[in-house]
T-cell receptor, first 108, second 114 residues
């Protein structure tokens, strides 16, 4: 399974943008990049995914490097409810393999 | 809203008991998954299924077993619970085969074996 590397933790102030990086240098041409987040005491929830082009949805934006070896999840205006562990995953057709993720703290 | 349900949410049980954790989804998804997660740690895939009568072991070895007799139901069983099985167990499902589909997770079952 292809691996991803994320910082262990990041901090942000409320209302500020947050850029969560992910490295996936061994990505294959058919791997989709998925992001999930896990709020305290909850199961993970889907955030966004992409293949080559940048993607936007109501929750976040996903910026994918041209060589696809890295990506960045962008929260445009962080809120206290965005405090969670964010997982960057290379989606295998059979499995979803989680790494250690980035714990995002948001301060008022 | 995700239509995937896990019961019970919390379970405290004695060593040696047999337990079954329930997971059901109403989305008609073929793929289903079980993950184990210790507090503050990452999720580890322990079982998954492609569809009815299909079960596969995940990346983390587990003494639990699963069955998939119906599309919507993917129960996990521990024949003889031990304190080392204390953990959170998360169930998920996704549409079949495609890497560009999202997975939906249940709320989890927090198991404590005393």
């Amino acid at each position: 399974d292809a691996k991803t590397t994320q910082p262990n933790s990041m901090e942000s102030n409320e209302e500020e943008p947050v850029h969560l990086p992910c490295n996936h240098s061994t990505i294959s041409g058919t791997d989709y990049i998925h992001w999930y987040r896990q709020l305290p005491s909850q199961g993970p929830e889907y955030v966004i995914h992409g293949l080559t082009s940048n993607v936007n949805n109501r929750m976040a934006s996903l910026a994918i490097a041209e060589d696809r070896k890295s990506s960045t999840l962008i929260l445009h205006r962080a809120t206290l409810r965005d405090a969670a562990v964010y997982y960057c995953i290379l989606r295998d057709a059979d499995k979803l393999i989680f790494g250690t993720g980035t714990r995002l703290q948001v301060f008022p | 809203e995700a239509d995937i349900y896990q019961t019970p949410r919390y379970l405290v049980i004695g060593t040696g008991k047999k337990i079954t954790l329930e997971c059901s989804q109403t989305m008609g998804h073929d793929k289903m998954y079980w993950y184990q997660q210790d507090p503050g740690m990452e999720l580890h895939l322990i079982h998954y299924s492609y569809g009815v009568n299909s079960t596969e072991k995940g990346d983390l070895s587990s003494e639990s077993t699963v069955s998939r007799i119906r599309t919507e139901h993917f129960p996990l069983t521990l024949e003889s619970a031990r304190p080392s099985h204390t953990s959170q167990y998360l169930c998920a499902s996704s549409d079949s085969g495609e890497m560009n589909t999202e997975a939906f997770f249940g709320q989890g079952t927090r198991l404590t074996v005393v």
